[in-house]
């Protein structure tokens, strides 16, 4: 079972950036797709952002143009940076890997424990 260890995450100010980082374990880290959870309080567990294993990128309509997912699959990990964030982006913020190559559909299989990001003046 892979592990996926999530940093980065915090309180910030709104119109601010963070980036949020997930390193993986096991060897298997570079042949499959990625992904960004979130989930508010109340509110159901919604795919952010995922990339393929070749680099390949989608995002859900609410952050697009504001964060991007990137990889660095020589550290086994996997960034989301975050920008112009708002108080509607405060949330658990999950690392996935999926079950796949591809990205879309997502397919999730592993998780992380999670990192808070509160945004809020």
């Known amino acids: 079972q892979v592990q996926l260890v999530e940093s980065g995450g915090g309180l910030v100010q709104p119109g601010g950036s963070l980036r949020l980082s997930c390193a993986a374990s096991?060897?298997?880290?570079?042949?499959?797709?990625m992904g960004w959870y979130r989930q508010a309080p109340g509110k159901e567990r919604e795919l952010v952002a995922a990339?393929?294993?070749?680099?390949?990128?989608n995002y859900a309509a609410s952050v697009k143009g504001r964060f991007t997912i990137s990889r660095d699959n020589a550290l086994n990990t996997v960034y989301l940076q975050m920008n112009s964030l708002q108080p509607e982006d405060t949330a658990v913020y999950y690392c996935?890997?999926?079950?796949?190559?591809?990205?879309?559909?997502?397919?999730?299989?592993?998780w992380g424990q999670g990192t808070q990001v509160t945004v809020s003046s």
């Open positions: 096991g060897n298997f880290f570079s042949i499959k797709a």
């Open positions: 996935t890997q999926a079950i796949y190559a591809i990205h879309s559909p997502f397919k999730p299989g592993s």
């Open positions: 990339i393929s294993s070749g680099g390949s990128t």
